[in-house]
């Protein structure tokens, strides 16, 4: 009699990775309806045409490349690129900057090296510095200004589709302007923080929108936190290191942007919840998630006040991702029975 | 309880369904006897036990039926009594698959026990509290006694403790694994006999105090414990200490950190921390062994999972064949039939039933598919970091698995994978379903692998490096000995050419002249050896990286010391014979073929031939891997030997004729009379030369051949070859005189 012989161990926890995915996917949902009803539909659509964009291309590598499509196609990874992306990109941005910048995610960043589990960088960012760094004008033009701030109603469906699908950029006029980052970051010069404040932009303190969208994505993190998906280590380590910088090197809000609107504009709550735990391409060791993650906090806030973009979550991510294997080599734990934790990876040394 | 202890928790750890209510909730029940018991002689770490018995011996229950062999081992018992059937090799349950031998006993039904009593009793013993702790160690070995928590180490060896004082003795009873409740069982209905082995097991450390780690999800066995300790009135020493349900809490170092907050060094063991760690089983079964003289030839062990219909737990001998206890347990195989032999979290399922519970089984695990599936296809690793929440020894199980998968075996080292108590934990909670351990398990394997390679070729660069020195020092040696052959072959040239009719005498001369001149080049030659050595010498010493190489070159260097010496010697007396040789050339002094010379030969060649043996026979002992080479060494000497006899006698044959052809070389002026009788000898030399031509060659080819095996007979062979051909010159000289005569 012949019996199965399988190693141990012989049962299995209830975790699985699509399962996974898909709570990731359901906790950015605040984040997209509150980004909705602020600016309309252009979040939505663009997001459903990421995912279509994802999955179809994931399809077809997987394809190409003999794997079972329906099998990996389920782990819900290609969705959850495809989504982040959706929810990054301008709302109002041309369809083929979402095509493009998805597909390449996916195509490029994820599949070619070698697809679930063995991309270096975070394909999203990946997609995301792609048509930033190409499509400048569109990337940063297509922002919407919230129905609060321009006091007439955002763009409806068809609005959206229209400006999205067919460039009706007369209609988008009526819609989009500078986000508040951008707006501060240069008009800061010229004005008083006061003055600044003033402006329809900002509209007062919780009016613009975007604190709505970031408190939004913050509640979904802290959702993923208490379902145990992400940790602390990297939105704590992120969010801490902008605030220090912001406190010490920015203090003085009429030269540079305040601490509140560093936390609460742009990509920030996304980018610390969503994008900087990619746990592929960041670092996996307790002490190097906090490394990692104060990294791309100071570089969030370095790139953002000198450097030439408004934001800058996608450069951040994608430079600590770089040094994320760095960091994993230089932090293990301290194993049980050891006196300290071993440092660095020295081949052919023996332990 | 009656001292607060303070827990601790170890990091990691999961909580997985315990599903231990199926088999906990009716009495242990004593198995039915099968019909044969296949007791394994190996069913503990280190080595198998050695039959004791034959096939046809019939035995009572609890007779020694295997002995152990060496220190780290421990004795058999028969678990009935009945008949040896057979003892052969038969497949056991190991990870492995693999079939060792078992001794096979067919039960006569009568149970009939051996005489044996408890060790007080047998050592007429008043007061059975001071028994010597030597006698107890003795009494656990003779039982048979190995870890019955799950690697089945023998306990008298865990007990000797040596340097390590010994304060805390902790008996395991956290009973981790889901399903199984054997401990659970064992503690509730033998509560008595786990505290009485504790205190035999303090007694033998010498240690203050005993903690027994409960687990908080067997409160019946923790309130059983308790009851027992006032019944033993052992409070003050032994502490039954509750701790929270949480695998793998009853992993020896996990438990360890739980109850004393102290971590096992790396490779270390408990001992070194002062604390011995004891499955409650084997607590028992020392109480059984002990007072009552019963060697370990039963447990319990839990029967669950939903293939089988009546779940519980069966005090069973040892040998039972599983499919027995199985079908005592109405089990109904399932679809993708599995039966694991422990937990499901570290069990292995068995490739059949036909194969019989050992000292460590405690239990057997026969699930349907649907209580536990079978895992789905791995998806990829996605470094979600879970497994490294999950793992009691704090490793980076995704790392780990990324270093296995690429065999990375120094990165996966450098990340401690031997610090991997293969628990599971990470397999568990893994959400791509990886089979971390599995790979784990590979790396391991494979670095062992590894390592006992490496240190065969660090042996063998040992060896090769000093063959080559020998060869070089060799090398030397023989071109200095053939430049003062070919020397002199060209004096005896020159000197026959120049006094063809001063025959006999100046031919004598230049042989016992080359003769002195050879040693000299030998000298000459070995102190060169012997800077060159010296010079290596210090280059090692001032090197450390060859600091290993340094007693090998001390060692050549003396041995070539030695040799000049004897060297200086040699030509000291050479100088004699020379100056006396023109007035007596001794009969055999330039003649290599005398009989006296090939007796030596064939002496020395009889002598080699039994250092030869020896070695080989050492080899063989230490099971070295020099052996082929050796034999082949000893087939060739065995060769030489018969050829230097042979030799010897076929010139005792023709000592006679010989005789006279020396004595021609060795004569004065009467030349005349010598050339009649050295026309017969001169055609017998001519014979004798094409012979020893034909034993060069031979000579020769065997060298080559030796060579080219990389035999260590090359040096023996050259040594020879070299004779042979100072004996061709000889005789080349010979001829070439006698034949102008």
Same mark, same amino acid.
């Given at each position: 009699? $012949?019996?199965?012989?399988?190693?141990?161990?012989?049962?299995?926890?209830?975790?699985?990775?699509?399962?996974?995915?898909?709570?990731?996917?359901?906790?950015?949902?605040?984040?997209?309806?509150?980004?909705?009803?602020?600016?309309?539909?252009?979040?939505?659509?663009?997001?459903?045409?990421?995912?279509?964009?994802?999955?179809?291309?994931? =399809?077809?590598?997987?394809?190409?490349? @003999?794997?079972?499509?329906?099998?990996?196609?389920?782990?819900?990874?290609?969705?959850?690129?495809?989504?982040?992306?959706?929810?990054?990109?301008?709302?109002?941005?041309?369809?083929?900057?979402?095509?493009?910048?998805?597909?390449?995610?996916?195509?490029?960043?994820?599949?070619?090296?070698?697809?679930?589990?063995?991309?270096?960088?975070?394909?999203?960012?990946?997609?995301?510095?792609?048509?930033?760094?190409?499509?400048?004008?569109?990337?940063?033009?297509?922002?919407?200004?919230?129905?609060?701030?321009?006091?007439?109603?955002?763009?409806?469906?068809?609005?959206?589709?229209?400006?999205?699908?067919?460039?009706?950029?007369?209609?988008?006029?009526?819609?989009?302007?500078?986000?508040?980052?951008?707006?501060?970051?240069?008009?800061?010069?010229?004005?008083?923080?006061?003055?600044?404040?003033?402006?329809?932009?900002?509209?007062?303190?919780?009016?613009?929108?975007?604190?709505?969208?970031?408190?939004?994505?913050?509640?979904?993190?802290?959702?993923?936190?208490?379902?145990?998906?992400?940790?602390?280590?990297?939105?704590?380590?992120?969010?801490?290191?902008?605030?220090?910088?912001?406190?010490?090197?920015?203090?003085?809000?009429?030269?540079?942007?305040?601490?509140?609107?560093?936390?609460?504009?742009?990509?920030?709550?996304?980018?610390?919840?969503?994008?900087?735990?990619?746990?592929?391409? =960041? &670092?996996?060791?307790?002490?190097?998630?906090?490394?990692?993650?104060?990294?791309?906090?100071?570089?969030?806030?370095?790139?953002?006040?000198?450097?030439?973009?408004?934001?800058?979550?996608?450069?951040?991510?994608?430079?600590?991702?770089?040094?994320?294997?760095?960091?994993?080599?230089?932090?293990?734990?301290? !194993?049980?029975?050891?006196?300290?934790?071993?440092?660095?990876?020295?081949?052919?040394?023996? !332990? | 309880?009656?001292?607060?202890?303070?827990?601790?928790?170890?990091?990691?750890?999961?909580?997985?369904?315990?599903?231990?209510?199926?088999?906990?909730?009716?009495?242990?029940? #004593?198995?039915?006897?099968?019909?044969?018991?296949?007791?394994?002689?190996?069913?503990?770490?280190?080595?198998?036990?050695?039959?004791?018995?034959?096939?046809?011996?019939?035995?009572?229950?609890?007779?020694?039926?295997?002995?152990?062999?060496?220190?780290?081992? $421990?004795?058999?018992?028969?678990?009935?009594?009945?008949?040896?059937?057979?003892?052969?090799?038969?497949?056991?349950?190991?990870?492995?698959?693999?079939?060792?031998?078992?001794?096979?006993?067919?039960?006569?039904?009568?149970?009939?026990?051996?005489?044996?009593?408890?060790?007080?009793?047998?050592?007429?013993?008043?007061?059975?509290?001071?028994?010597?702790?030597?006698?107890?160690?003795?009494?656990?070995?003779?039982?048979?006694?190995?870890?019955?928590?799950?690697?089945?180490?023998?306990?008298?060896? @865990?007990?000797?403790?040596?340097?390590? *004082?010994?304060?805390?003795?902790?008996?395991?009873?956290?009973?981790? /694994?889901?399903?199984?409740?054997?401990?659970?069982?064992?503690?509730?209905?033998?509560?008595?006999?786990?505290?009485?082995?504790?205190?035999?097991?303090?007694?033998?450390?010498?240690?203050?105090?005993?903690?027994?780690?409960?687990?908080?999800?067997?409160?019946?066995?923790?309130?059983?414990?308790?009851? $027992?300790?006032?019944?033993?009135?052992?409070?003050?020493?032994?502490?039954?200490?509750?701790?929270?349900?949480?695998?793998?809490?009853?992993?020896?170092?996990?438990?360890?950190?739980?109850?004393?907050?102290?971590?096992?060094?790396?490779?270390?063991?408990?001992?070194?921390?002062? +604390?011995?760690?004891?499955?409650?089983?084997?607590?028992?079964?020392?109480?059984?062994?002990?007072?009552?003289?019963?060697?370990?030839?039963?447990?319990?062990?839990?029967?669950?999972?939903?293939?089988?219909?009546?779940?519980?737990?069966?005090?069973?001998?040892?040998?039972?064949?599983?499919?027995?206890?199985?079908?005592?347990?109405?089990?109904?195989?399932?679809?993708?039939?599995?039966?694991?032999?422990?937990?499901?979290?570290?069990?292995?399922?068995?490739?059949?039933?036909?194969?019989?519970?050992? @000292?460590?089984?405690?239990?057997?695990?026969?699930?349907?598919?649907?209580?536990?599936?079978?895992?789905?296809?791995?998806?990829?690793?996605?470094?979600?970091?879970?497994?490294?929440?999950?793992?009691?020894?704090?490793?980076?199980?995704?790392?780990?698995?990324?270093?296995?998968?690429?065999?990375?075996?120094?990165?996966?080292?450098?990340?401690?994978?031997?610090?991997?108590? /293969?628990?599971?934990?990470?397999?568990?909670?893994?959400? !791509?379903?990886?089979?971390?351990?599995?790979?784990?398990?590979?790396?391991?394997?494979?670095?062992?692998?590894?390592?006992?390679?490496?240190?065969?070729?660090?042996? $063998?660069?040992?060896?090769?490096?000093?063959? +080559?020195?020998?060869?070089?020092?060799? @090398?030397?040696?023989?071109?200095?000995?053939?430049?003062?052959?070919?020397?002199?072959?060209?004096?005896?040239?020159?000197?026959?050419?120049?006094?063809?009719?001063?025959?006999?005498?100046?031919?004598?001369?230049?042989?016992?002249?080359?003769?002195?001149?050879?040693?000299?080049?030998?000298?000459?030659?070995?102190? =060169?050896?012997?800077?060159?050595?010296?010079?290596?010498?210090?280059?090692?010493?001032?090197?450390?990286?060859?600091?290993? #190489?340094?007693?090998?070159?001390?060692?050549?260097?003396?041995?070539?010391?030695?040799?000049?010496?004897?060297?200086?010697?040699?030509?000291?007396?050479?100088?004699?014979? =020379?100056?006396?040789?023109?007035?007596?050339?001794?009969?055999?002094?330039?003649?290599?073929?005398?009989?006296?010379?090939?007796?030596?030969?064939?002496?020395?060649?009889?002598?080699?031939?039994?250092?030869?043996?020896?070695?080989?026979?050492?080899?063989?002992?230490?099971?070295?891997?020099?052996?082929?080479?050796?034999?082949?060494?000893?087939?060739?000497?065995?060769?030489?030997?018969?050829?230097?006899?042979?030799?010897?006698?076929?010139?005792?044959?023709?000592?006679?004729?010989?005789?006279?052809?020396?004595?021609?070389?060795?004569?004065?002026?009467?030349? &005349?009379?010598?050339?009649?009788?050295?026309?017969?000898?001169?055609?017998?030399?001519? *014979?004798?030369?094409?012979?020893?031509?034909?034993?060069?060659?031979?000579? *020769?080819?065997?060298?080559?051949?030796?060579?080219?095996?990389?035999?260590?007979?090359?040096?023996?062979?050259?040594?020879?070859?070299?004779?042979?051909?100072?004996?061709?010159?000889?005789? /080349?000289?010979?001829?070439?005189?006698?034949?102008?005569?």
């Amino acid at each position: 009699m $012949a019996l199965l012989t399988l190693s141990s161990p012989h049962t299995h926890g209830p975790n699985r990775t699509s399962r996974i995915m898909l709570t990731v996917a359901l906790a950015t949902l605040p984040g997209l309806a509150v980004m909705t009803w602020f600016f309309g539909f252009g979040s939505l659509i663009n997001t459903v045409l990421a995912i279509i964009t994802a999955l179809a291309s994931e =399809a077809l590598v997987l394809k190409l490349r @003999k794997y079972p499509v329906s099998f990996f196609l389920k782990d819900n990874t290609a969705l959850v690129t495809g989504l982040l992306l959706g929810l990054a990109l301008p709302p109002l941005a041309p369809w083929w900057i979402t095509v493009l910048a998805t597909s390449f995610a996916i195509i490029f960043a994820k599949q070619i090296y070698g697809g679930m589990g063995n991309n270096p960088f975070n394909p999203a960012m990946v997609g995301y510095a792609l048509v930033l760094i190409s499509f400048p004008v569109q990337m940063t033009t297509n922002w919407v200004t919230s129905f609060q701030v321009s006091g007439s109603d955002v763009a409806g469906f068809t609005d959206a589709l229209s400006i999205i699908f067919a460039g009706a950029s007369s209609t988008a006029d009526a819609f989009t302007g500078a986000t508040p980052l951008d707006q501060y970051k240069y008009l800061i010069s010229k004005e008083t923080s006061d003055e600044l404040l003033q402006r329809n932009t900002f509209n007062g303190w919780l009016n613009g929108g975007w604190e709505w969208v970031n408190l939004a994505f913050l509640a979904g993190g802290l959702f993923l936190m208490v379902r145990r998906i992400i940790t602390w280590h990297i939105p704590v380590s992120m969010l801490a290191a902008l605030g220090i910088c912001s406190l010490i090197l920015g203090w003085d809000e009429d030269l540079y942007t305040p601490l509140s609107l560093h936390l609460l504009s742009g990509a920030t709550m996304l980018g610390a919840f969503f994008i900087a735990t990619d746990p592929v391409s =960041a &670092s996996t060791t307790p002490t190097g998630k906090l490394i990692y993650g104060a990294g791309i906090g100071i570089l969030l806030y370095v790139i953002r006040t000198w450097g030439a973009y408004p934001d800058a979550v996608a450069f951040a991510v994608l430079l600590m991702n770089f040094a994320a294997p760095f960091i994993d080599a230089y932090t293990q734990p301290r !194993s049980y029975g050891h006196s300290k934790p071993k440092r660095g990876l020295k081949p052919g040394e023996k !332990s | 309880m009656t001292h607060l202890i303070q827990l601790h928790e170890f990091d990691g750890g999961i909580h997985p369904p315990e599903n231990k209510r199926q088999s906990n909730s009716r009495p242990i029940r #004593k198995a039915s006897l099968p019909s044969e018991l296949v007791l394994p002689l190996h069913q503990h770490i280190g080595a198998p036990a050695n039959p004791v018995v034959a096939v046809g011996d019939t035995v009572l229950k609890g007779q020694v039926i295997a002995e152990p062999e060496g220190f780290v081992s $421990a004795p058999l018992h028969a678990p009935t009594s009945g008949k040896i059937s057979a003892i052969e090799a038969r497949q056991v349950p190991h990870a492995s698959g693999l079939s060792e031998t078992c001794i096979v006993i067919e039960p006569d039904g009568e149970d009939t026990w051996i005489e044996h009593q408890g060790l007080c009793d047998a050592l007429g013993l008043d007061h059975c509290d001071d028994i010597p702790v030597d006698k107890l160690l003795e009494r656990i070995r003779d039982c048979g006694i190995a870890g019955m928590g799950g690697a089945g180490f023998p306990t008298a060896v @865990k007990l000797h403790t040596g340097k390590h *004082k010994i304060d805390t003795l902790i008996l395991n009873g956290a009973e981790c /694994e889901p399903y199984i409740t054997a401990d659970d069982m064992l503690m509730r209905e033998h509560a008595s006999e786990v505290i009485r082995g504790a205190q035999i097991l303090l007694q033998i450390l010498g240690a203050e105090r005993c903690l027994i780690g409960v687990e908080d999800n067997k409160p019946e066995a923790i309130a059983a414990l308790d009851d $027992a300790l006032v019944q033993h009135n052992e409070e003050h020493h032994i502490d039954v200490v509750t701790i929270p349900t949480k695998y793998p809490s009853g992993g020896e170092k996990q438990l360890i950190q739980i109850l004393t907050g102290k971590e096992v060094p790396s490779g270390g063991i408990p001992a070194s921390l002062g +604390i011995v760690c004891q499955n409650v089983g084997t607590a028992a079964a020392i109480a059984d062994a002990v007072d009552f003289g019963r060697p370990l030839i039963s447990r319990i062990t839990t029967v669950t999972g939903d293939a089988v219909r009546d779940k519980g737990n069966w005090e069973v001998l040892l040998g039972t064949p599983v499919s027995h206890l199985l079908s005592l347990s109405g089990y109904r195989p399932a679809k993708r039939e599995r039966v694991v032999m422990g937990g499901p979290m570290m069990g292995f399922a068995l490739p059949t039933t036909e194969l019989p519970v050992v @000292k460590t089984t405690n239990c057997l695990l026969a699930p349907t598919e649907k209580e536990l599936p079978t895992n789905n296809p791995a998806m990829a690793c996605i470094r979600c970091g879970l497994c490294a929440e999950a793992c009691p020894a704090d490793l980076l199980p995704q790392q780990l698995y990324w270093f296995s998968k690429a065999q990375e075996f120094d990165k996966a080292e450098q990340h401690n994978l031997f610090d991997c108590i /293969e628990c599971g934990a990470c397999s568990y909670v893994c959400p !791509s379903e990886i089979p971390l351990v599995q790979y784990y398990r590979f790396s391991k394997g494979a670095i062992r692998e590894e390592r006992a390679a490496a240190e065969k070729a660090e042996q $063998a660069r040992i060896r090769y490096e000093a063959r +080559i020195d020998r060869q070089e020092r060799e @090398k030397a040696e023989k071109e200095a000995k053939r430049k003062a052959r070919a020397e002199a072959a060209a004096k005896a040239q020159s000197v026959k050419k120049e006094a063809p009719a001063a025959k006999a005498v100046p031919a004598a001369e230049p042989a016992a002249n080359a003769d002195l001149e050879k040693l000299q080049k030998q000298l000459a030659a070995a102190q =060169a050896a012997v800077a060159k050595t010296k010079e290596k010498l210090e280059a090692a010493r001032e090197d450390p990286e060859k600091a290993d #190489k340094i007693p090998a070159f001390e060692s050549a260097l003396a041995k070539t010391q030695d040799k000049i010496k004897t060297l200086a010697k040699d030509i000291a007396a050479a100088k004699k014979a =020379a100056k006396s040789a023109p007035a007596a050339a001794g009969p055999d002094k330039g003649d290599p073929n005398s009989p006296e010379r090939l007796q030596k030969k064939w002496e020395t060649a009889a002598a080699r031939l039994e250092t030869a043996r020896k070695r080989l026979a050492d080899a063989e002992v230490d099971g070295a891997d020099t052996v082929d080479a050796l034999r082949a060494g000893v087939e060739k000497q065995e060769a030489r030997v018969a050829e230097a006899k042979s030799a010897y006698e076929a010139s005792l044959n023709s000592d006679a004729s010989l005789k006279t052809a020396v004595s021609n070389n060795a004569g004065t002026d009467n030349t &005349s009379a010598e050339t009649v009788a050295a026309k017969p000898d001169a055609e017998q030399l001519q *014979k004798k030369l094409l012979a020893q031509k034909d034993r060069v060659e031979k000579a *020769k080819e065997r060298l080559e051949m030796a060579r080219a095996e990389g035999l260590d007979s090359v040096e023996a062979l050259e040594k020879a070859l070299n004779k042979q051909l100072d004996k061709l010159a000889a005789f /080349e000289a010979q001829a070439s005189t006698t034949g102008e005569v």
